[in-house]
């Protein structure tokens, strides 16, 4: 059975940092591009980051470029994002997710790439 687990969300003040952490089970975690997204109370999920399954090609949304870094260890079946310089419109629920195949990346910002999903973790940013 395959499971993410998110963790490391919470409430910082604007310009603070935090790192999430996603741990992965039920499949061959070191075959798989991993993706994260985010969904804010009354809007659509979004992209925001997405690694590719050796980290070779690492992706961005334009609103996080410069601020987020996404990174992975094959050892530990764990995608981490490391976000800083948070801004209030970083609150968000965040959102691990496997990509529908290995040694794929595909249209990695496309949620409908993705298979299987987190149950979230809480971002709060105050302003």
């Known amino acids: 059975q395959v499971q993410l687990v998110e963790s490391g969300g919470g409430l910082v003040q604007a310009g603070g940092s935090l790192r999430l952490s996603c741990a992965a089970s039920?499949?061959?975690?070191?075959?798989?591009?991993m993706g994260w997204f985010r969904q804010a109370p009354g809007k659509e999920r979004e992209f925001v980051a997405a690694i590719s399954w050796r980290s070779a090609s690492t992706y961005y949304a334009d609103s996080v470029k410069g601020r987020f870094t996404i990174s992975r260890d094959n050892a530990k079946n764990t995608v981490f994002l490391q976000m800083n310089s948070l801004k209030p419109e970083d609150t968000a629920v965040y959102y691990c997710a496997f990509q529908t195949r290995p040694y794929y990346v595909g249209n990695y910002s496309n949620e409908r790439q993705y298979d299987q999903w987190g149950q979230g973790t809480q971002v709060t940013v105050s302003s």
């Open positions: 039920g499949r061959t975690f070191s075959t798989y591009a």
